[in-house]
């Protein structure tokens, strides 16, 4: 398999970092993107299920209503790509059922066959949460996928710029997203940094990795 | 620089899944190591402010008591490496005023040169957000860490099994966490799969592309 060397992994996560200016005349090629597309579904989650879904905004319109949505940011419409990253707020047994019911179409079998991963997943999920915490297990998967999907962009030079300072309601409204049983959570621009974007050179700020790692 | 290209980096995503068994005698190279701890440095987080820490449990002793924490999961045990994520459930002025010292360490400058900084990070964590809320923002964060670092292990050839299935009282009181200030969230294990993980071999189970991913 080809992957990275440590030292090119490390180079592409330094490279990284949140695009104040992006360039809006550079897009990002089909295959790309598409390989980007895919990161996103290959996302971990708890046992698997998936709480989420992910809106690419790739009518400028729309990404004009969204952008005063977002502080006026304007990665919002200058970004090759948008995405809004939205989780299930709840997770029913019928969200349990349909899991099952994919897993027999892509590895084979009968939902009986996987009756003991089902008991688990509706014991650990559907009953033992309250739905308030189902939407905290949900939001943490989608904060996966978010952190996947900047990794795996970076790894491929391309940049992003997640955005937490947006107003979920108002994103919600605009691209009708709970009628689909979602909830919009964060964003994410996607592109190419701007040559002229001061931010890029500034030096990354983290704590010692000896105060923030630690041994035990 | 030297990327993946979009077709490895998909391959490398398809070829992780969550380990349910290591190969207990084969240990990550110090200096691959050293890269995934970075990784983990360097995750992006809100406003920069990484309100987490990362625990790599290398005692066996320590990891043999929070493998009954666990579900009694072997992963704990016998993975290469076993690191524990954890966050700082509140964030107060003063660690708004330790990250814009770090800043200035970082980067030169005097705190007052970043009054507006701190004011916005002040307004956006401290004071807009109850303490549960606040809890609930470091969780997204250590997330968002957490996707990173299987991405960046994946991206490396490096195997992870991501746990939540634990029971993370325990592990604070083990590790002595919230007398530092933080409190454990989920673990995850590291290290190369056994020839013999069946579940290496299984297709991986997603939704359709089409279903998870709209374009609006």
Same mark, same amino acid.
């Given at each position: 398999m080809t992957t990275l060397t440590p030292a090119a992994l490390v180079t592409q996560l *330094?490279? *990284?970092y949140a695009v104040k200016k992006f360039d809006? %005349?550079?897009?990002i090629p089909a295959e790309t993107w598409a390989a980007l597309e895919e990161a996103l579904v290959l996302s971990p989650s708890s046992y698997g299920l998936q709480p989420w879904r992910f809106v690419v905004v790739d009518d400028p319109a729309v990404r004009a209503k969204l952008?005063?949505? !977002?502080?006026?940011?304007?990665? =919002?419409?200058? &970004? !090759?790509?948008f995405v809004v990253l939205a989780a299930r707020p709840t997770t029913t047994e019928a969200?349990?059922?349909?899991? +099952?019911? *994919?897993? $027999?179409?892509?590895?084979?079998?009968t939902p009986d066959a996987l009756a003991a991963y089902r008991k688990m997943m509706v014991g650990g999920v559907v009953k033992a949460m309250s739905p308030e915490l189902q939407g905290h297990w949900a939001g943490h998967?989608?904060? +996966? &996928? @978010?952190?996947?999907f900047m990794t795996a962009a970076a790894a491929l030079? /391309?940049?992003t710029c997640?955005?937490?300072? +947006?107003?979920?309601?108002?994103?919600?409204?605009?691209?009708? @997203?709970? &009628?689909?049983?979602?909830?919009? @959570? /964060? %964003? $994410?621009? =996607?592109?190419? *940094? !701007?040559?002229?974007d001061k931010y890029a050179a500034a030096p990354k700020v983290r704590y010692a990795t000896t105060e923030v790692v630690r041994h035990v």
């Open positions: *330094r490279w *990284r809006a %005349a550079r897009k952008q005063p949505l !977002s502080w006026n940011q304007a990665q =919002v419409t200058e &970004a !090759s790509h969200d349990v059922d349909a899991f +099952i019911q *994919r897993m $027999c179409e892509v590895r084979g079998g998967q989608v904060y +996966i &996928a @978010l952190g996947n030079g /391309v940049d997640p955005m937490e300072g +947006i107003n979920p309601a108002g994103y919600d409204e605009v691209l009708g @997203l709970p &009628a689909q049983g979602f909830k919009t @959570l /964060v %964003a $994410c621009a =996607v592109g190419y *940094r !701007s040559a002229d």
